[in-house]
Structure formats: C-alpha cells, structure tokens
C-alpha cells in the first residue's frame, strides 16, 4: 500500500542511519580515547578490575619510591661501616706495629687517637633522612627499621604491605648512653698471653665525651710502658671488633642486594599489570580504524537509501497530473 501519511522505507532508513551514527559515535569515542572501555556504561566487570589494578600500580609506585629510600638508608650505612672497617684495619695494623720492640709506642698512640676520632665522625656523619644506623644518642636502643617493600592484595581482597626489616642493633658502632650497645664502645673480652701462661683481659676501643666506659674494661691505647702481652690483648680485641663490623657489613650488604631485586620484581609486576588492564580496556586501533570506515560507507549508503524513500512520496504527485 502506498501512503502520503505513513513512509515506511523513510522511517526504515531513518532508523537505520540512527544505528550507524550511534554506531561511528562509539567507535570515534574509542579512538580518540584509546579506549575499548572507557566508562562502567561501557563494560562494568572490566571497568571494575581495569579500576582496581590501576589503583594497585599507584600503591607499588609508592612502594618504588619507599625502597628507594631504604636502599638509601642501606647504602649510607654500609659507606660508614666499610669506612669504618678500614680505620679499624689501619689500628690494628698500628697495634702490630707497636709490637715490635724499640718502636715509640707514644707517637703510634698519636696515630690510634687520630684514627679513633675518624671512626667517631665516620660513624656520626652515616645519617641519612634523620636516621643513622651507625649511632646512636638515645636513651633507647635503635631497634627495628622498617622498609616498605611491597603492596599485596590476596584472593579474597584483602590488602597489605610487607616490609623488609632490619635490626640495627647489628650495626650501631657508637652507643653514646649505653657502651655495651655500639660495637666500638662495648668491652670485649679475650685470652691475652700472661708470661708462660694465658689471662682472661677486657678492652674497648673508644669512650664517649661524658659517657660510662664499661666497668672492669681497659680502653685500648699505649703508653711507653705498655707491655708487650697487653698490646696482643688489644690485637685480639680489635680483630675481633673487626670480624663483628665485617658480619655487620656483610648483613647490609645482603639487604642491599634484596632491595635491588624487590625495586626490579616492582618494576617488572608494575608492567605486567599495565598490559593486563591494557588487554582489557585497551581499543584495537587497527581494528577501530577498519569499522570507521565501514561505518562512513554505511552512512553515505543510509543517506542515499533515505534520499530515495523521500523521493518516493513525491512520486505520487505523477498520479495526480493531467
């Protein structure tokens, strides 16, 4: 039936031209935005996720930043201590020095004094962001430190940070309120020879301005009378100083070596994680492409199709002329 009132064919390509425009909308809008699924209108389960995990990665570039001022923390103190251990070196080298018979102990005292006032600047001067794990002038220990090393959420949801923790009083050199708990200010207690037989004897290597030196400890120094049996004491003290600094050294060591591999494991979890939600919210430009273009021939053939139903209503005209 042919009608002036009702254009079926008209109202068919209308509605068809509706559906490719809506259609080149959403495919102009992926473009321009790079994304397959920009809003939760456009895929909510996907939207869901792509939202969280990109929340996660801004927690692990936050945890990123935290390792690298742990690392910095790390790596001050293994400087100090490695600087350290090479002054304790030197001193004990003095001490072997001072063994040998006719030399002027007193000037090698000189030397010690030097190197032990080097030690205390080496051990205050490790600071970095107002903490040193090499000193200590509280009346507290230094305890516990912690470094945030990674961001976790488990299958049910649930999130947590882990740290990497490190006890420093493993390496505090200095204790300016209590000797016993620096390295360098603690008595140590060793076997030094007595004549034909060996003594039980107690030193320490440094003693804080107004601070309490061990009880029953000898500081290690020479003077021009000190006797060849109390300076191997003093050897042996030191060298076993140096072997407690070496194992302080070599824990630091080992800490610095699990931050670089957490900071790579971050960074790598941190680049999976962006192309997964890439694989998910991403927009296939080359496929995006290929529809816009089938969608711009579909819309010129709309117009045409439309074109023609309106022509036909002004074909009826033709019946009417005489």
Known sequence: MTS??????????????????ANMEEVQNRISSGYRVETAADNAAYWSIATTMRSDNAALSTVQDALGLGAAKVDTSYAGMSSALDVVSEIKAKLVAASEPGVDKT????????LKNQLYSTAESASFSGENW?????????????????FNRSTSGAVSVSTLDYDTATSILIDTKDASR???????NVIQPSGATTAPATYHLLEVAGGTPPAGSVLIELTATTSYDDIQGMLKAVDAIFSNMTDSASTLGAITSRIDMQENFVANLMDVIDKGVGRLVDADMNEESTRLKAL?????????????????SENILRLFQQ
């Open 296 to 312: 711009q021939t579909q819309q010129q053939l709309g117009i045409q199709a439309l074109s023609i139903a309106n022509t036909n």
């Open 134 to 150: 090499l000193y200590n002038d509280s009346t507290t220990p230094a305890g516990v430190k912690s470094i945030v090393a990674s």
């Open 107 to 114: 000037k090698i005292n000189k030397e010690l004094a030097e």
């Open 4 to 21: 002036i009132l009702t254009n079926s064919a008209a109202m068919a390509a209308l509605q068809t031209l509706r559906s490719i425009d």
């Open 182 to 188: 620096g390295e360098l200010t603690k008595a140590v």
